[in-house]
C-alpha cells in the first residue's frame, strides 16, 4: 500500500475498537491487540479480575504484570506515530494543538527530534533554545508524503522509560537498551550503539541468506541430478526388460523351430504309416469284391438251375469248393506294429530349464581385463563381458564343441551393455585357436583356446582387448552410368534381406545390391514427373517400401521393393508441410517420416501419407541439418552449419550436443548421415575430414578410421553410412564414386 492511500485510510488504523475513538494512550496486550488504556482498566473493573484482562478482539485472558498494574503494558509506540501524523492530515480543516501553548493553529510546524507541534508564536521560541538548535522542523502546509514516511519512522522507545529511546545494545544481556537502563540496569555490560549492533546483524543476515541460497541451488543441482538419474534407470529398465523379452522371444523361437521340426518328423512318420494301411486295406477291398461277386453268382445257380443241371460237372464250383477247403488267406494289421514311432520327453533339458534362470541381473562394471577361470564344464565367465556356450546339448560353459577342423562357439550375453557379434574363429599352427569377437564398451576381445581332442574344457584362459578397428573388405562401383556404377552417391540404407540402396545421385536413380555388391536393379530418371527423380539424396526402408528425399524436385517419393512408384509428398516452400531441399530421411518409432530439411533450417515429421505432424527443436536450432535417426527414446541430429550433433528426447526437447569444427579426435567438419552400429555406437560421416567416428551416444569419442584418398580404405567426402545384419558397415564415398564396405 502506498502512503497515499495509508493517509487516506488512516482512520481505520489509529480507532480503539473498544471505545471506537481515537487512541489514547495506546497499550499493547500480550496477544498484540492494541486498545486505550482507560478502555482496558473499564474492562478490568468490570470484570472484577486485577492480574488479568479478556481480549476484546480475540477474547484470550492475558496476565497483566505489576499486580495487575495496567500501566506497565508497552506503549504502541506505532500508533502514536500514526495519532502524531494524523494533525497533519487534519490541519486544513480543523488546525493542530500547539505543544507549548495548547493553541489550536491552521499555521504550524512539525519537529521531528522533539515528536511535537509548534504554533506559529511558538516555533521562533523553540527555535532560540540552544539545545534545539539541531532539531528539523517542517511547516505543515510544506509536508510532503516521504515526511509522513518520517513520522511514521519515529525512533523505537524503551518499554521502562518512555520517551527514552532505544540507543544502545547490552552485548551480555543480548537486548535493545536506552541510556537511562544503562545506568541502571546494565552497569559495567559491554554495550555498543544500536546503529552498529543492528548493521553487525545485518550483515549476518545477508550472509545467511547468501549461504542458503548456495545450499538450496546446491539442493536444486542435487535434485536435477537425481531426476536425471531416474530418468537413466527408467530408460535403463525398459531397455534391460527390452532385452529379456527379445532374449525370451528369440528362445521361445527356437523351441517353436525344435517343436516344429519334431511336427515334420511325426508327420512323415504317420504318413508313411497311413500309406501301409491304406495298401492293406485296398487289398482287402479288392478281396471282398471278389467274393461278392461269387456269392451272387451261386445264388444264380441255385436259383436257375435243376436238379440235373446242378449236378453237372461245373469248373467255377469245383474252385469254389478247393477255395473253401483251404485256409483263408487274411490281411493281418501286424498287431501293435502298425505305430511305430512315439515322442520321448527330453527330461534332462525339461529338468535343466525348471532348474536354471532365464538370466541374471550384474552390477554393470567396465573392466579393462577379464580371465576365464576352470571351474568345470558347467561354469567359467569371461568376466562380465560373455560367457562360452557350448553348442552341445545342455552343456553351458567354457567349453568349445570342435568338429571337422572347425570350431562352433557363441557368446551369451549377461549385460545389456556387453552385446556381442558372431566370434570369428581362426587357427594357429600350434593347434590352439584364437577367437575374436566384438564387444560393447571395450572393442575387440580376443582369447586363445588349444584344442585337445574332440572337446577343449576346463582350460583357463585370459582375453585381450584391443581399440576397434575397422578394415575395407569390399569395393563396389566406380564411375559411370552403366547398371552398378555411380556418379556421386550420396544416401546409402539396408534392409531386413540385407539388400543395399544407395541413391545415385549425379546419375538421378536409386540402385539395389546384394551385400556382396552384386547388383540387382535400377529405377529413376531425370525429371519431376513421379517417379522420375533430381539429385536424390537420402533413402531409407520401411515394410518394403523404399522412401526416397528427391531432394532437387523438394519432395519425398515412395516406392515399392522393385523400384515402382506409390505416391509422394512436399513442394517447395517454406511453410511447414512444404520442403526445400530435402536431405536425410528415417523412420521414427511410430512409423512416421523425419525429413531433415536442409534448407529451411529444420526437422521436420510426417506421417507416411505425407501429413505434416511436428517439427523438432525451437527456431533457430539448426543451421542446415543433414540427417535425423531416432535411437531408443533420443532423437538424434547432425547439424551440418553447426558442425555437431545435437540430441533430443522422443518429445523433441533438446537435451545436449557434442562436437566442434575441427580435425581432432571427437571433432567435426561438416558432419553427414548418421547411423548406429550393433554396439550401439553412434557413426558419423565426418565429410570434409574425410573420415568416418565412432562416439558413444553420450558424445564421448571412441575410435576413427579412413584418411583423405583414394586408395583402398580411403575417402573423399563420405556421405553415408549403413549397418548390414553382421555389423559390417557399407560407406559411400562421395568423391570417389563408390561404396565401401568395412569389418
Given at each position: 500500500m502506498d502512503i497515499k492511500t495509508f493517509l487516506d485510510n488512516i482512520y481505520e488504523h489509529v480507532c480503539c475498537p473498544v471505545c471506537s475513538n481515537r487512541f489514547t494512550d495506546p497499550?499493547?496486550?500480550?496477544?498484540?491487540?492494541?486498545?486505550?488504556l482507560n478502555c482496558l482498566k473499564r474492562i478490568q473493573a468490570t470484570s472484577g479480575i486485577r492480574d488479568t484482562v479478556l481480549c476484546p478482539e480475540c477474547r484470550r485472558n492475558s496476565t497483566i504484570p505489576g499486580n495487575g498494574d495496567l500501566n506497565t503494558l508497552p506503549t504502541n509506540f506505532r500508533l502514536n506515530s500514526l495519532l502524531d501524523a494524523l494533525p497533519v492530515t487534519e490541519c486544513k480543516t480543523s488546525g493542530v494543538k500547539c505543544g507549548n501553548c495548547d493553541k489550536r493553529r491552521q499555521e504550524s510546524a512539525y519537529c521531528f527530534t522533539c515528536c511535537s507541534f509548534w504554533c506559529n508564536d511558538c516555533l521562533p521560541l523553540h527555535n532560540r533554545i540552544k539545545t534545539f538548535k539541531e532539531h528539523h522542523a517542517l511547516a505543515l502546509k510544506d509536508f510532503g508524503h516521504e515526511d509522513f514516511e518520517n513520522i511514521f519512522k519515529q525512533p523505537t522507545f524503551c518499554t521502562k522509560h518512555e520517551k527514552k529511546e532505544l540507543e544502545l545494545f547490552c552485548q551480555k544481556c543480548k537486548t535493545t537498551i536506552c541510556n537511562s537502563c544503562a545506568f541502571i540496569d546494565?552497569?559495567?555490560?559491554?554495550?555498543?550503539?544500536?546503529?552498529?549492533?543492528?548493521?553487525?546483524?545485518?550483515?549476518?543476515?545477508?550472509?545467511?541468506?547468501?549461504?542458503?541460497?548456495?545450499?538450496?541451488?546446491?539442493?536444486?543441482?542435487?535434485?536435477?541430478?537425481?531426476?536425471?538419474?531416474?530418468?537413466?534407470?527408467?530408460?535403463?529398465?525398459?531397455?534391460?526388460?527390452?532385452?529379456?523379452?527379445?532374449?525370451?522371444?528369440?528362445?521361445?523361437?527356437?523351441?517353436?523351430?525344435?517343436?516344429?521340426?519334431?511336427f515334420d518328423e511325426i508327420e512323415k512318420k504317420a504318413k508313411k504309416c497311413l500309406g501301409r494301411l491304406g495298401g492293406k486295406r485296398q487289398e482287402i477291398e479288392e478281396k471282398m469284391k471278389k467274393d461278392q461277386t461269387e456269392i451272387e453268382k451261386c445264388g444264380k445257380i441255385l436259383r436257375r438251375s435243376t436238379n440235373a443241371q446242378i449236378m453237372q460237372p461245373n469248373e467255377f464250383l469245383d474252385q469254389l469248393f478247393r477255395e473253401e477247403s483251404e485256409q483263408e488267406d487274411i490281411v493281418e494289421l501286424d498287431g501293435d506294429n502298425v505305430i511305430d514311432f512315439d515322442f520321448e520327453r527330453n527330461e534332462e533339458l525339461f529338468n535343466d530349464v525348471h532348474a536354471k534362470q532365464l538370466g541374471f541381473l550384474k552390477r554393470i562394471t567396465n573392466?579393462?581385463?577379464?580371465?576365464?577361470?576352470?571351474?568345470?564344464?558347467?561354469?567359467?565367465?569371461?568376466?562380465?563381458?560373455?560367457?562360452?556356450?557350448?553348442?552341445?546339448?545342455?552343456?553351458?560353459?567354457?567349453?568349445?564343441?570342435?568338429?571337422?577342423?572347425?570350431?562352433?562357439?557363441?557368446?551369451?550375453?549377461?549385460?545389456?551393455?556387453?552385446?556381442?557379434?558372431?566370434?570369428?574363429?581362426?587357427?594357429?599352427?600350434?593347434?590352439?585357436?584364437?577367437?575374436?569377437?566384438?564387444?560393447?564398451?571395450?572393442?575387440?576381445?580376443?582369447?586363445?583356446?588349444?584344442?585337445n581332442g574332440q572337446h577343449v574344457r576346463g582350460s583357463p584362459f585370459k582375453t585381450e582387448f584391443k581399440p576397434r578397428l575397422f578394415k575395407s573388405v569390399l569395393s563396389v562401383g566406380k564411375q559411370g552410368s552403366a547398371p552398378g556404377m555411380f556418379n556421386l552417391p550420396k544416401g546409402i540404407a539396408v534392409n531386413d534381406k540385407d539388400e543395399i540402396g544407395v541413391t545415385d545421385s549425379g546419375n538421378d536413380r536409386i540402385q539395389i545390391f546384394l551385400a556382396d555388391g552384386t547388383h540387382l536393379r535400377s529405377f529413376g530418371r531425370k525429371g519431376n514427373q513421379q517417379g522420375q527423380l533430381k539429385h536424390p539424396r537420402g533413402i531409407t526402408f520401411y515394410n518394403d517400401n523404399i522412401i526416397v528425399s528427391d531432394s532437387g524436385n523438394h519432395r519425398i517419393q515412395i516406392f515399392d521393393d522393385q523400384g515402382h512408384y506409390l505416391?509422394?509428398?512436399?513442394?517447395?516452400?517454406?511453410?511447414n508441410h512444404l520442403l526445400d531441399r530435402p536431405y536425410g530421411v528415417s523412420i521414427d518409432s511410430d512409423g512416421n517420416v523425419i525429413v531433415a530439411d536442409f534448407n529451411n533450417?529444420?526437422?521436420?515429421?510426417?506421417?507416411?501419407?505425407?501429413?505434416?505432424?511436428?517439427?523438432?527443436?525451437?527456431?533457430?536450432?539448426?543451421?542446415?541439418?543433414?540427417h535425423c535417426i531416432q535411437h531408443d527414446n533420443y532423437l538424434i541430429v547432425s547439424d551440418n552449419g553447426n558442425h555437431c550433433i545435437k540430441v533430443f528426447d522422443k518429445q523433441g526437447k533438446f537435451l545436449y550436443n557434442f562436437g566442434m569444427k575441427g580435425a581432432g579426435d571427437g571433432e567435426l567438419n561438416l558432419p553427414g548421415f548418421l547411423s548406429v552400429d550393433k554396439a550401439g555406437h553412434l557413426v558419423v560421416c565426418d565429410l570434409l575430414n574425410d573420415r568416418i567416428q565412432v562416439f558413444k551416444l553420450t558424445g564421448e569419442f571412441i575410435t576413427k578410421f579412413g584418411a583423405p584418398g583414394k586408395e583402398?580404405?580411403?575417402f573423399t567426402t563420405p556421405v553415408s553410412t549403413a549397418i548390414l545384419?553382421?555389423?559390417?558397415?557399407?560407406?559411400?564415398?562421395?568423391?570417389?564414386?563408390?561404396?565401401?564396405?568395412?569389418?
Open positions: 497499550k499493547l496486550l500480550p496477544c498484540l491487540h492494541s486498545f486505550c546494565h552497569e559495567g555490560h559491554d554495550k555498543i550503539a544500536l546503529d552498529d549492533a543492528a548493521k553487525e546483524q545485518r550483515l549476518r543476515i545477508n550472509r545467511a541468506i547468501k549461504s542458503m541460497k548456495r545450499k538450496e541451488q546446491k539442493k536444486g543441482t542435487r535434485t536435477a541430478k537425481l531426476d536425471e538419474k531416474c530418468t537413466q534407470v527408467r530408460e535403463h529398465a525398459v531397455r534391460v526388460k527390452s532385452n529379456v523379452q527379445q532374449f525370451t522371444d528369440n528362445l521361445i523361437a527356437a523351441i517353436e523351430a525344435k517343436k516344429n521340426k519334431i573392466p579393462k581385463e577379464s580371465t576365464v577361470e576352470g571351474k568345470g564344464i558347467s561354469e567359467g565367465t569371461v568376466g562380465l563381458l560373455a560367457e562360452l556356450v557350448v553348442i552341445t546339448r545342455n552343456i553351458m560353459g567354457k567349453q568349445v564343441y570342435h568338429q571337422n577342423n572347425r570350431i562352433t562357439m557363441e557368446i551369451r550375453n549377461h549385460e545389456e551393455h556387453y552385446c556381442s557379434t558372431k566370434p570369428q574363429i581362426h587357427g594357429n599352427k600350434d593347434g590352439s585357436y584364437k577367437i575374436s569377437y566384438f564387444a560393447k564398451e571395450t572393442g575387440i576381445c580376443q582369447a586363445s583356446v588349444k584344442v505416391h509422394q509428398f512436399g513442394e517447395q516452400g517454406k511453410l533450417n529444420s526437422i521436420k515429421i510426417f506421417s507416411l501419407d505425407g501429413q505434416f505432424l511436428r517439427t523438432i527443436g525451437e527456431e533457430g536450432s539448426f543451421i542446415n541439418p543433414v583402398k580404405g580411403k545384419s553382421d555389423g559390417r558397415i557399407i560407406v559411400t564415398d562421395h568423391g570417389n564414386h563408390r561404396v565401401l564396405v568395412f569389418e
